[in-house]
């Protein structure tokens, strides 16, 4: 069975830096892009950054210049370094893998995991 398991998460004040990570066991990870997401209380869940099987990154706005993403494949692992962090970084962050058929991006399951708190405050 396919599982994802976030951690990293913490309290931080703003301006301070967190890295996330987030270990896929039960699929074959290497094939599949990864992506990072997150929910505010009250807020739709939203896509933060991608990363591609062949590393190709894409940012939202929001957090463009600010977080990397990136994988380790031998590790199954893909990680979100986040610096200069802002109270509305706050959130619920979740890692989801996904799928790329011609230009249209597909999940591979409905799956969410429990994700990982990141709270940015004073």
């Known amino acids: 069975q396919v599982e994802f398991v976030e951690s990293g998460g913490g309290s931080v004040q703003p301006g301070g830096s967190l890295r996330l990570s987030c270990a896929a066991s039960?699929?074959?990870?290497?094939?599949?892009?990864m992506d990072w997401y997150r929910q505010a209380p009250g807020k739709e869940r939203e896509l933060v950054a991608r990363?591609?099987?062949?590393?190709?990154?894409n940012y939202a706005d929001s957090v463009k210049g600010r977080f990397t993403i990136s994988r380790d494949n031998d590790k199954s692992t893909v990680y979100l370094q986040m610096i200069s962090l802002k109270p509305e970084d706050t959130a619920v962050y979740y890692c989801?893998?996904?799928?790329?058929?011609?230009?249209?991006?597909?999940?591979?399951?409905?799956?969410w995991g429990q994700g990982t708190q990141v709270t940015v405050s004073s």
């Open positions: 990363i591609t099987r062949d590393g190709v990154r």
């Open positions: 039960g699929t074959n990870f290497n094939i599949y892009a």
């Open positions: 989801k893998a996904g799928y790329y058929s011609g230009s249209d991006w597909f999940p591979l399951n409905d799956y």
